[in-house]
């Protein structure tokens, strides 16, 4: 039998199936009598206490063991925690509803995880995962029950899961874990995150993985095909035996390229940039291989949180990854937030269709002072390295004119202060709506560098909602009028001697990225997890090649036309996870 789900960590995987189930504790609902409210609350600080200890205890192994960015997961959960509005409501539940303390936890955090639950943005939908982590360690807690994680395996085996939460997979160990399958979850989520880190082979989200799979049943995962064999033939052991060693072989020569310098087989240099969302060390461990930060995707400093980062914050920021990066270009993109991507410090409206909405450059514009407060941080920030301003969701020359008069009131602000910038900063656009990308020869008049989005361009270029699984079929990013219209942006662009990027995922795609370069890109973005891949890839690519690729991509007439031609011409050096 073969199964299949989104792959979100590559790799090939033999073995016995482990199929995880969590502790589980049901509450029915309860209430206390006369008298009794007063011992339930007593009882629920004191098990919130507890909770506390156990997950500071566990965040601060991980810091320990020198793994960030698990620890700040545990990190949010002391916030939720900590949440107001929820102990609030607990409390409320216990003295006003006569609840019982569990029955109040269970019902709150419930609620609340399905407020979340309903978020367009996936980013903030797979946090949903972190509440119920919560909800359940206080009902543990409540009940005296003991955690059971994945930390007791004795031997390696493939887990199988409705999903993995994070208390899951605190103590894993990734030697004893071949591969993770789950039923739930995304590219975005808990269990993806974890796999990629460990460089654990996973496939999430399969339809009802659980009540297809046993314990102890062999299997056999090729996670970057995203499929499951149960009960393999021993032929086919014997085949994917095969593939695991060529994986780890490609694997290992890949990463030989992970600190070398980009260029292509006949000499010319390509610039690789970092894409990242905050400036832990796990993320900047990428500017060791990177030649800037192509994309600083500084909405996360504003997210989960129930106040808005004042200037003094956001400069302590990006100053640290301006002096990171030294000398070298970090692109900061302006607040790219609203309608889909909420936030708990902003009361902002709902809107019938939010991907169309008031969000980012367009929000900015409507809540001057939060747009101010950053540009006051990041210009500040400036003279610790080389500031590269990108202003998102741009449709316009009017936007690009609005937009610049608020940097130029900023700087007249800072200067009446004697605030000290850099002035030789560059201001640049974010190229994701058509409208823009139409009129690239009068946009790059404007400002000094434009980068291409791909991700949101792909989506108003097709009309599709890419976070509405209903229409995934029609989100096209290979579609010809795709490369059409980047390769007229980066024409008019490079005629004007301005600087022009890929930040969008096509510039971590193995089979877009040599399209890109025959179109005349020169720099490319992504997640340090596509690095080493990119820069093999181009060291086997001649620009003539990829001339070749792009001139008969854009005469192809559908995108699984341009896909297959890709796939074809390109099958030897796409080896490693295309």
């Known amino acids: 039998m073969v199964l299949k789900g989104t792959p979100v960590s590559p790799g090939i995987a033999i073995g016995k199936l482990y199929c995880y189930q969590p502790v589980h504790i049901e509450v029915s609902e309860g209430f206390c009598g006369a008298g009794e409210a007063e011992a339930q609350i007593a009882r629920f600080e004191e098990v919130k206490g507890e909770a506390a200890k156990e997950i500071e205890a566990i965040r601060a192994a991980l810091e320990a063991l020198g793994d960030p960015e698990k620890a700040k997961i545990f990190t949010a959960h002391l916030d939720i ?146 499929e499951l064999i149960l009960e393999p033939a021993p032929d086919t052991v014997k085949a994917y035996e095969l593939k695991r060693e060529e994986f780890r072989r490609e694997a290992a020569e890949t990463r030989e390229f992970l600190g070398a310098e980009a260029r292509t087989a006949c000499g010319i240099r390509i610039d690789i940039g970092l894409n990242i969302g905050g400036a832990d060390e796990q993320e900047l461990a990428g500017e060791a291989v990177t030649d800037l930060v192509g994309l600083f995707r500084t909405e996360f400093l504003y997210m989960g949180r129930d106040s808005l980062p004042d200037e003094d914050e956001q400069f302590a920021v990006y100053k640290k990854v301006l002096q990171r990066y030294g000398g070298r270009p970090v692109t900061l993109r302006t607040l790219d937030i609203g309608g889909d991507k909420t936030l708990s410090s902003m009361n902002l409206p709902r809107e019938d269709n939010p991907v169309l909405g008031n969000r980012a450059l367009r929000l900015c514009f409507t809540y001057p002072e939060v747009f101010k407060t950053q540009l006051r941080a990041a210009l500040r920030a400036s003279v610790f390295g080389s500031l590269w301003l990108m202003l998102p969701m741009v449709g316009s020359i009017d936007d690009i004119r609005r937009a610049t008069a608020f940097i130029t009131e900023v700087k007249d602000e800072l200067d009446a202060e004697g605030a000290a910038y850099d002035p030789h900063f560059k201001t640049g656009i974010m190229v994701e709506i058509p409208s823009i990308a139409v009129v690239a020869d009068l946009a790059a008049k404007e400002v000094d560098f434009a980068s291409i989005g791909t991700n949101d361009l792909c989506q108003y270029l097709t009309a599709v909602d890419r976070m509405n699984p209903r229409t995934a079929q029609y989100y096209q990013p290979y579609h010809p009028a795709m490369f059409r219209l980047i390769g007229n942006v980066v024409e008019q662009f490079n005629r004007a001697g301005k600087p022009i990027c890929v930040c969008g995922e096509m510039g ?19 997640g340090l997890a596509s690095v080493a891949r990119i820069k093999r890839l181009l060291s086997s690519l001649t620009v003539e090649k990829a001339e070749q690729l792009a001139a008969a991509v854009i005469n192809l007439s559908t995108a699984p036309e341009v896909e297959h031609y890709l796939r074809t011409n390109l099958r030897n050096e796409t080896r490693q996870g295309a």
């Open 81 to 226: 925690l900590d949440d107001v509005a929820i102990t609030e409501e607990i409390l409320q539940g216990i003295q006003e509803e006569n609840w019982t303390g569990d029955w109040a936890i269970q019902k709150i955090y419930a609620k609340f995880e399905r407020m979340i639950r309903k978020a367009k943005d996936p980013l903030i939908r797979e946090r949903a995962a972190d509440f119920d982590d919560v909800r359940k360690r206080l009902i543990r807690r409540w009940y005296g029950v003991q955690e059971k994680g994945l930390g007791a395996l004795t031997e390696p085996v493939i887990v199988a899961a409705r999903d993995l939460l994070p208390s899951d997979t605190a103590s894993l160990d990734r030697k004893k874990v071949l591969a993770i399958l789950t039923e739930v979850g995304g590219t975005t989520s808990h269990s993806a995150i974890i796999a990629r880190s460990y460089e654990i082979p996973a496939i999430l989200g399969i339809p009802d993985l659980m009540s297809q799979v046993r314990q102890d049943q062999s299997a056999a995962v090729d996670a970057g095909a995203g």
């Open 508 to 526: 971590g795609d193995a089979l877009a990225a040599p399209v890109l370069v025959g179109l005349g890109m020169r720099k490319l973005s992504m």
